[in-house]
């Protein structure tokens, strides 16, 4: 079946900070991954996605490679600031007329940046 | 605004109560979701809907009914609660794959 994994947290940076946070997946066929953001109480907002190999995702800083040959779709930011502080979930789906549009997420990392 | 409305945002149940949790969506999305979010474990999909009248089990399904009679409204249901089921609700909407768009969520502590 489908599975995503992700980097452990938590992850504490200071700002201005280089960002990575890993993500692997198992799927089979060709997923969509997508990369989302949820802020302390709120629910998940998208960041950005890509729906082929070598698709580069990219939203408010933040930046992913769909690459096949590894099966990996890492964030990165170059340089993060304080309102970054969140819980970030990788995650896919896969493609198909029966898949109804269904995620698999990851378990979540927690970025807590410090001024 | 447009988007995807739960209630309620927080409820408190003993063993054994029922209740129901309800979705609303006003963008005329065709697929709806309920997730459950438990610490380390991601989101997890319980039930889903690909249509109005229509619903389908998903990955931890057993505890919970749903039911999605109108188009914009998907409800879950929890007919004998256990402690469990203390997590945090997330509905979803979404016209296709992935464009989803998330409800903020109802935090459900069963003692």
């Known amino acids: 079946g489908n599975s995503v994994t992700q980097m452990e947290g938590p992850v504490t940076l200071s700002e201005e900070a280089f960002l990575t946070i890993n993500c692997t997946y198992t799927a089979t066929g060709y997923p969509s991954l997508f990369w989302y953001v949820q802020y302390p109480g709120e629910g998940l907002q998208l960041l950005l996605k890509?729906?082929?190999?070598?698709d580069k995702g990219s939203n408010k800083g933040f930046e992913a490679t769909y690459r096949k040959e590894t099966t990996s779709f890492h964030l990165e930011k170059g340089s993060v600031q304080v309102s970054d502080s969140a819980v970030y979930f990788c995650?896919?789906?896969?493609?198909?007329?029966?898949?109804?549009?269904?995620?698999?997420f990851g378990q979540g990392t927690i970025l807590t940046v410090h001024p | 605004n447009a988007g995807v409305t739960q209630t309620p945002k927080f409820r408190v149940l003993k063993t054994g109560q029922s209740m129901t949790l309800l979705c609303a969506q006003d963008m005329n999305h065709e697929y709806m979701y309920w997730y459950r979010q438990d610490p380390g474990m991601g989101l997890r999909l319980i039930h889903y809907s690909v249509g109005e009248g229509t619903t389908a089990k998903g990955e931890v399904p057993d505890g919970y009914n749903v039911s999605r009679l109108k188009k914009q409204n998907f409800l879950l249901g929890l007919e004998s609660a256990a402690p469990s089921q203390t997590s945090v609700y997330f509905c979803?909407?979404?016209?296709?794959?992935?464009?989803?768009?998330f409800g903020s969520g109802t935090r459900l502590t069963v003692v």
């Open positions: 890509a729906t082929k190999a070598d």
């Open positions: 995650a896919l789906s896969r493609a198909g007329g029966t898949s109804y549009g269904k995620l698999t």
């Open positions: 979803a909407s979404s016209p296709d794959r992935g464009g989803y768009t």
